[in-house]
């Protein structure tokens, strides 16, 4: 394990309108990288869409005869890798959101939320919590591409290609990224 982690999560929809996200996937890549956790995670609740167009999980996943895990196992395991490293990801709050839990600011690197990878908002729309005023998030596909010619999410997303292009772009920016924090 290294001093820097990338994390990303795919979701699936629970509830009548399948609208509220629980963790069904959960990947942490380390600097160079390499998978460190890869986990599908067995339903808190009962699913009522699993949005594969998007995040590439199928109900077949989610069982524990193909290895799901247990949320708790999977959060316990998730909050032990991360304390005391740096945590690298794009739109992050959500993904701690449906792990449940916190990361000190500090040691947070959002990628949604650097000034020089996000744009000027356009006047229908609204500041992201934590963007810099006046300023949206992009999506990590158009990122990757523009910053490192890289061509992810056409389809079905992968936690850990996600995690990795969130590295690279970390990797990218980090010593502009690390000095501003500095001052």
Known sequence: VTAVL?????????GADGKRSILAR????NEDGNVIMDAHVLPTERVTDYRTAVSGVRAKDLTAANGAVAFKKV???MSELLRGRILVGHSLKNDMRVLMLDHPKRDTRDTSLYHPLTRPLRPEERCVP?????RGCRALRDLARQHLGLEIQKGEHSSVDDAR???????????RWESALRR
């Open 165 to 175: 292009a969130t590295l690279a772009l970390y990797k990218k920016f980090a010593k």
């Open 75 to 77: 959060q316990a395991q």
């Open 130 to 134: 934590g963007a810099p005023r006046g």
């Open 6 to 14: 990338a994390l990303d999560c795919e979701m699936v929809g629970v």
């Open 26 to 29: 959960a990947s942490i890549v």
